[in-house]
């Protein structure tokens, strides 16, 4: 069992920076390929960013070049740099695990944390 805890969520103005972090417990994370994910009110989640376990990463298209996802597995934790941020950001931000790969599919996920809430005021 992995448990996942995001942090770093709050309300900012257009332009502001954010870094989300992901702390996981109950194993190490070096072998888990991580995403970051956010859903708005009244939306689907979708898919932001990944890393994996070899480092690799991927962005959805409205945030390449604003946001860095960054994984530090001695700290068992993942990164979410967010820079330049914008009202259509706003949405609860989930991290995820899973072991392996890290696909750009919510449903591969194994493991989920519970959200961290960023708004983006205009």
Same mark, same amino acid.
């Given at each position: 069992?992995?448990?996942?805890?995001?942090?770093?969520?709050?309300?900012?103005?257009?332009?502001?920076?954010?870094?989300?972090?992901?702390?996981?417990?109950?194993?190490?994370?070096?072998? @888990?390929?991580?995403?970051?994910?956010?859903? *708005?009110?009244?939306?689907?989640?979708? @898919?932001?960013?990944?890393?994996?376990?070899?480092?690799?990463?991927?962005?959805?298209?409205?945030?390449?070049?604003?946001?860095?996802?960054?994984?530090?597995?001695?700290?068992?934790?993942?990164?979410?740099?967010?820079n330049s941020l914008k009202p259509e950001d706003?949405?609860?931000?989930?991290?995820? *695990?899973?072991?392996?790969?890290?696909?750009?599919?919510?449903?591969?996920?194994?493991?989920?944390?519970?959200?961290?809430?960023?708004?983006?005021?205009?």
């Amino acid at each position: 069992q992995v448990q996942l805890v995001e942090s770093g969520g709050g309300l900012v103005q257009t332009g502001d920076s954010l870094r989300l972090s992901c702390a996981a417990s109950g194993r190490t994370l070096s072998q @888990f390929g991580m995403g970051w994910f956010r859903q *708005a009110p009244g939306k689907e989640r979708e @898919f932001v960013a990944s890393v994996s376990q070899y480092g690799a990463t991927r962005y959805t298209d409205s945030v390449k070049g604003r946001f860095t996802i960054s994984r530090n597995n001695e700290k068992n934790t993942v990164y979410l740099q967010m820079n330049s941020l914008k009202p259509e950001d706003t949405a609860v931000y989930y991290c995820a *695990a899973n072991f392996g790969s890290a696909p750009t599919r919510s449903s591969a996920y194994d493991y989920w944390g519970q959200g961290t809430q960023v708004t983006v005021s205009s």
